[in-house]
């Protein structure tokens, strides 16, 4: 299951006869699973993708860079990332981002725990601050909706659950993002 965040419309990449060309960031873009789907969705569809793919670890860099070789690629912290700089026009059609959910997610046999890297999904709302995004993506585990506080030893607060979350959404909001919240079983 994963839970997927939805703002507006859009999406596509660089086939040669595609009749329109939209701009594209991919936060925390991993190896390209979330380009791949982007871009397949915007070829059915007869839309080029100009895309601008971020992520901390140079293997997840060299990988992407790999499946999506002409695509522009920085390798850095989101922390050290202005998007003024680095989104020419400081306009991106669509923001596709699958922030980390390693401590969220019970794939690891275990309960989710936090080390508050969950922190990294506020990196969407600083970019929609200061870029105009018509569109954001934002997927993740089922269990982000449990976002919530943390207690001492850095354990979520069971009375507390998802109220991070509510609040990250209510930021977005807060942006003027409709936000649509579902669960799809992929």
Known sequence: MTTALLSTPA???????????ISAADLFCGAGGTSTGMIRAC????????LLAINH???AIATHAKNHPWARHLCATLDSVDPRKVVPGAHLDLLVASPECTHHSVARGGRPINDQSRASAWHVLRWAEHLKIDNILLENVREFRNWGPLDRRFRPIQSRRGETYQAFLSAL?????RVEDRVLNA
């Open 57 to 59: 670890w140079p293997v």
């Open 173 to 177: 909001r807060s942006l003027g993002y």
């Open 11 to 21: 999406l596509r990449r660089k086939p040669s006869s595609a009749s329109r060309t």
């Open 43 to 50: 070829e059915e569809l007869g839309i080029s993708v100009d």
